[in-house]
Nanobody
């Protein structure tokens, strides 16, 4: 079992930055690929960024490439999402997730956090 707890959400103006963190407990996070999903009202949950177990492979949605950066610190069991140049369309609940491999995190995450709200005002 892995428990995931997100933090760092909030309200920011367009063009601003936020950093989300996900703390994992239970089994070590290095056993899992990790990712950040988001879900806006009335929309499906989408994968925003993901990182492999060792951190060597990364994936980003086209809509956030060049603005968001995912990173992990396995020694601290944490995964972070640095979000720069935020836009109103980035407004959503952001969820941390863990999966057995990067290749399956989009479709088959094993664990989810409770989510943290990010609101970007125009």
């Amino acid at each position: 079992q892995v428990q995931l707890v997100e933090s760092g959400g909030g309200l920011v103006q367009a063009g601003g930055s936020l950093r989300l963190s996900c703390a994992a407990s239970g089994r070590t996070s290095s056993d899992y690929a990790m990712g950040w999903f988001r879900q806006a009202p009335g929309k499906e949950r989408e994968l925003v960024a993901a990182i492999s177990r060792g951190g060597g492979n990364l994936h980003y949605a086209d809509s956030v490439k060049g603005r968001f950066t995912i990173s992990r610190a396995n020694a601290k069991n944490t995964v972070s999402l640095q979000m720069n140049s935020l836009r109103p369309e980035d407004t959503a609940v952001y969820y941390c997730a863990a999966a057995s491999a990067l290749a399956v995190i989009r479709t088959s995450p094993n664990y989810w956090g409770q989510g943290t709200q990010v609101t970007v005002s125009s």
